[in-house]
């Protein structure tokens, strides 16, 4: 790996700014999308420049190999299921809030990795981290001003989001031999395969729920919502992790893990400039708990799990 120089610096921020963007664009899609629809085409239109470097590459997509069923797994785990859950939150959260409880995952990745890897147990600065970082959270839930009885269930679904985030990277170690074009493009290709039959069932069971897939499939979306959509898709879930490739191949894995810092920090700031979204001191509070917490962490782990 090469000594990072400024055109690094600059990538990294980058990335950071595009996975940040993320919450504020599910915001917007939420005024005129449900959260199966977001998900489905977050993973539609991810798959496409992915798929397309494989093909460009010339790299070998696995998807319908032997290993299809890890690729199915995580692409459940990691995808379809996250992305609902966070879409569903957003819908009565706001997205810096959003921001912040998803800037956890690093920390619930460090309790689930004492468990289920060898090379990763836990110790002294590990819990702190943890500790420090949680507790940031915590003091999150009695700001009433942005979490009350009408949506504290929204911000739960959220963290439980950034759970599978952790449980899906977790998975993909089983497959880490493979090329991450390969896998990530697999992945993405069972995703939408289990979105849509998934849709279909859950309407079929409650037409008449809000968030059901075949409610969406009109042309009286906001032109806001579209665009945040086809967004979301192609560049927070897909090009961004063709940018993260790069990073890696380049730098390495912890200097890309940076970007857990500078996510939460980007995504407060973009909920004030694109939302007008409300900062209080608890927020801030929260932000600089959960830093330092994944700080922490990370200066004593190698460990890390990608959030977008």
């Known amino acids: 790996m090469r000594e990072p120089k400024l055109i690094d610096y600059a990538l990294l921020t980058l990335l950071s ?3 940040a963007s993320a919450f504020f664009n599910i915001k917007i899609a939420t005024y005129s999308y449900g959260p199966v629809m977001i998900a489905f085409l977050r993973i539609f239109f991810g798959a496409i420049p992915v798929v397309g470097l494989c093909l460009f590459k010339k790299i ?4 319908f190999s032997k290993d299809w069923y890890w690729f199915a797994l995580i692409g459940v785990i990691n995808l379809v299921i996250p992305f609902f859950l966070i879409a569903y939150g957003v819908q009565k959260v706001q997205s810096n809030l959003a921001a912040i409880l998803m800037a956890s995952t690093p920390l619930s990745a460090t309790v689930l990795a004492h468990f289920f890897t060898k090379n990763e147990k836990i110790n002294f600065i590990k819990v702190l981290g943890v500790l420090i970082g949680f507790s940031g959270i915590v003091f999150l839930f009695y700001d009433k001003f942005l979490i009350n009885e009408e949506n504290f269930t929204s911000a739960i679904f959220i963290l439980v989001g950034s759970t599978f985030y952790v449980i899906g990277g977790l998975l993909t170690l089983r497959i880490s031999n493979k090329k991450n074009e390969n896998v990530t493009s697999s992945i993405l290709i069972w995703a939408t395969i289990f979105i849509l039959p998934i849709s279909l069932t859950l309407y079929y069971l409650n037409p008449s729920d809000a968030f059901i897939f075949i ?10 919502s579209t665009l945040s959509l086809i967004y979301l898709g192609t560049v927070p879930t897909g090009i961004a992790w063709l940018l993260r490739f790069r990073i890696l191949k380049y730098n390495g894995l912890v200097f890309q893990a940076q970007v857990a810092y500078l996510i939460p ?3 407060i700031i973009l909920g004030y400039m694109f939302l007008s979204e409300i900062i209080t001191p608890k927020v801030v509070v ?6 330092i917490g994944i700080y922490l962490v990370k200066k004593s782990s190698k460990f890390n799990i990608n959030t977008s």
């Not at 070998?60 to 998807?63: P, W």
């Not at 409610?215 to 806001?224: E, T």
């Not at 929260?286 to 830093?291: D, M």
Request: hydrophobic content about 60%.
């Open 265 to 267: 920090i980007f995504g």
């Open 17 to 19: 700014l595009i996975w």
């Open 215 to 224: 409610d969406d499939l009109h042309f009286s979306h906001r032109l806001d």
């Open 286 to 291: 929260a932000l600089i708990a959960v830093i």
């Open 60 to 63: 070998k997509i696995e998807a």
